[in-house]
């Protein structure tokens, strides 16, 4: 069965630091894979996808970059954190319709 | 431009009645729907869906209602439990694949 990890669980960080959150995904081949944020009582917001390794499609403009450099590995960077990015962040991957979300890390950034 | 609408920010229901969840979209391209239930500091689970060329999905406990007309679905939880409380997502799609998600609705069934 797929299984999907997210690390770390927690992570408070000051503005301007930089930022790696890492998604790894078992049990399947070529998934499709997000990045979502879920702001402080918000809906779900998604950042990047993509579709195979190298390959990422950014929905939103901001100071948050992604990158796949393993078919199933997912890494969410940023060089200077602002106060803003702080929230919830999702990993998903998907196979046909349905997504299947990690854990998710809480992000706050001080 | 919110193309995925979930309206009512919260619901209460008592333990062993019915919940309703509505959602609306915007998009005639959508098509295909999902729910997702969520727990604080927990990423979403997907709970049921429905295609586009179906009205209605149940699986056990849970059915949804698609009204295509309307550009409305919903989502029937009977009967309701304390363990049910969280947040539903809705959410849609297209051939594209990408899911556009609702707001969210945070039900509370009470013992």
């Known amino acids: 069965s797929q299984t999907i990890h997210q690390w770390p669980a927690t992570l408070v960080q000051p503005v301007g630091s930089p930022l790696s959150l890492e998604c790894t995904v078992e049990g399947t081949s070529n998934p499709n894979l997000y990045w979502y944020r879920q702001a402080a009582g918000r809906g779900l917001q998604l950042l990047f996808y993509?579709?195979?390794?190298?390959?990422i499609s950014s929905e939103v403009p901001q100071n948050l970059s992604a990158s796949r450099p393993q078919d199933r590995q997912f890494i969410l960077s940023s060089k200077k954190l602002l106060l803003s990015d702080s929230g919830f962040y999702l990993c998903?991957?998907?196979?046909?319709?349905?997504?299947?979300f990690g854990p998710g890390t809480r992000l706050t950034v001080t | 431009d919110q193309q995925v609408k979930q309206n009512s920010p919260s619901l209460s229901v008592q333990e062993g009645r019915i919940s309703i969840l509505n959602c609306d979209y915007t998009n005639s391209m959508f098509d295909y729907f999902l729910w997702y239930k969520k727990y604080p500091a927990e990423g979403p689970t997907f709970l049921i869906s429905i295609s586009s060329i179906k009205d209605k999905n149940e699986d056990g406990r849970f059915t949804v209602f698609l009204n295509k007309s309307a550009k409305h679905l919903s989502l029937h939880i009977v009967p309701s439990q304390p363990g049910d409380s969280a947040v539903y997502f809705c959410a849609a799609t297209t051939s594209a694949r990408q899911l556009t998600f609702g707001s969210g609705t945070q039900l509370t069934v009470l013992p």
């Open positions: 993509s579709v195979g390794i190298g390959q």
């Open positions: 998903a991957w998907s196979a046909i319709n349905e997504q299947y």
